[in-house]
């Protein structure tokens, strides 16, 4: 019988702990996509922007991301993350992921920098630095 009530005990409390565990944690999520289908010269071509926004413990995480597209025609897509405390841009490509921190606001935009890499983002364009090699991006509207 002691048994038997110290193990009834033991699950009362502990169901009581995970309970309060539980309590303390409130999380909100929102997403939104949209998705543009273009016909250029007969040729379909689509374009999804995404962007979420989460709440956890009453912190904001938004990211949003675009797709770009280069001159010779190759794709990326960067998403922009604002935590609260630091900025960041992820910047996909060709099976590669890069993860570059703000560094300061320009006058036409934000510019990103990580382990000699740099990235200057505007309205309609990104702008890649890495050594000599630069490479243009430009929003696929």
């Not at 939104?32 to 071509?45: A, L, M, Q, R």
């Not at 922007?49 to 413990?57: D, P, V």
Request: glycine letters at 6%; hydrophobic letters at 30%.
């Amino acid at each position: 019988m002691k048994k038997t009530t110290l193990i009834t005990g033991f699950a009362v409390v502990l169901a009581l702990v995970s309970c309060k565990k539980n309590d303390t944690k409130m999380t909100s999520e929102s997403y939104s996509t949209e998705t543009t289908v273009t016909d250029e010269n007969g040729k379909v071509d689509s374009v999804t922007t995404t962007s979420m926004e989460k709440e956890i413990n009453g912190k904001k995480i938004t990211s949003v991301s675009y797709p770009y597209k280069t001159s010779d025609g190759s794709r990326a897509k960067a998403t922009f993350s604002d935590n609260g405390k630091s900025k960041t841009i992820t910047i996909e490509a060709n099976n590669m992921k890069y993860v570059l921190d703000f560094v300061k606001a320009t006058p036409t935009g934000e510019l990103y920098e990580r382990n000699s890499i740099s990235a200057e983002s505007s309205e309609d364009s990104l702008l890649i630095s890495q050594g000599n090699n630069i490479i243009h991006l430009g929003k696929i509207k």
